[in-house]
């Protein structure tokens, strides 16, 4: 792309950042005053429960193995892998906005759970699953960064990117049900915080092109 195609790529994808980043701030907040201090599923989560449980026991490894690409060790390989191509191809920012937006989303459920204090199995901080956000701010930074560098920076761009993070959520929110380690809300929530962080991030680096993977 030449340098004028880039500013008016980034101005483009400003236009729908933002109110994305805005939406998604404000249903993490509604969500936190509707479950803040509770232990127990709601009636929504019980609805979804039994959808997840509806399934077959056949799909537990499944559920299991998203799960493990939750945690610290399945984490961390997935976004090494990522910081090693984007090296190799000499995109090191790319490398840079992969890794903080991945820490930023994670760190922000670290820092509401105690503020909801919403709980699960006794006492265990529930919201937003920090599982479900992480997945989700991988695979929406992929897919800002792949758009990007395609020059997808407008409404189908934009219709790419949400889809992939929201097939990211789905994945690990139903994982993350179906091990019984989160209330459903809890995963819709850390799909929101996911999606509230990246794209307020991913608003701000781009007055800097970095999103262009250039």
């Known amino acids: 792309m030449t340098g004028q195609e880039d500013r008016d790529g980034a101005e483009l994808r400003r236009a729908w950042l933002a109110p994305v980043a805005l939406l998604a701030a404000c249903a993490v907040g509604v969500m936190a005053l509707r479950y803040g201090g509770t232990g127990e599923p709601g009636r929504v989560d019980a609805r979804i429960q039994g959808l997840v449980d509806g399934l077959p026991g056949s799909w537990w490894p499944v559920a299991t193995a998203v799960d493990a690409l939750g945690e610290r060790e399945g984490a961390a390989v997935?976004?090494?892998?990522?910081?090693?191509?984007?090296?190799?191809?000499?995109?090191?920012?790319?490398?840079?906005?992969?890794?903080?937006?991945?820490?930023?989303?994670?760190?922000?459920t670290m820092l509401l759970k105690p503020l909801v204090g919403r709980t699960i199995h006794g006492g265990s901080l529930a919201y937003p699953s920090g599982h479900t956000a992480f997945l989700t701010a991988?695979?929406?930074?992929?897919?800002?960064?792949?758009?990007?560098?395609?020059?997808?920076?407008?409404?189908?761009?934009?219709?790419?990117?949400?889809?992939?993070?929201?097939?990211?959520?789905?994945?690990?929110?139903?994982?993350?049900?179906?091990?019984?380690?989160?209330?459903?809300?809890?995963?819709?929530?850390?799909?929101?915080?996911?999606?509230?962080?990246?794209?307020?991030?991913?608003?701000?680096?781009?007055?800097?092109?970095?999103?262009?993977?250039?």
Do not use: K
């Open 78 to 108: 997935l976004v090494l892998s990522v910081v090693a191509l984007c090296l190799v191809l000499r995109r090191p920012r790319a490398a840079v906005l992969i890794v903080a937006a991945c820490g930023t989303s994670v760190a922000a």
């Open 138 to 214: 991988f695979i929406l930074v992929l897919a800002l960064l792949v758009t990007g560098r395609f020059g997808l920076v407008g409404p189908g761009g934009a219709v790419v990117v949400l889809l992939a993070s929201l097939v990211a959520g789905v994945a690990m929110g139903w994982a993350q049900v179906a091990t019984n380690s989160h209330y459903p809300t809890d995963t819709i929530g850390g799909y929101f915080t996911a999606l509230a962080v990246v794209t307020a991030t991913a608003w701000l680096v781009d007055r800097r092109n970095l999103l262009a993977c250039r």
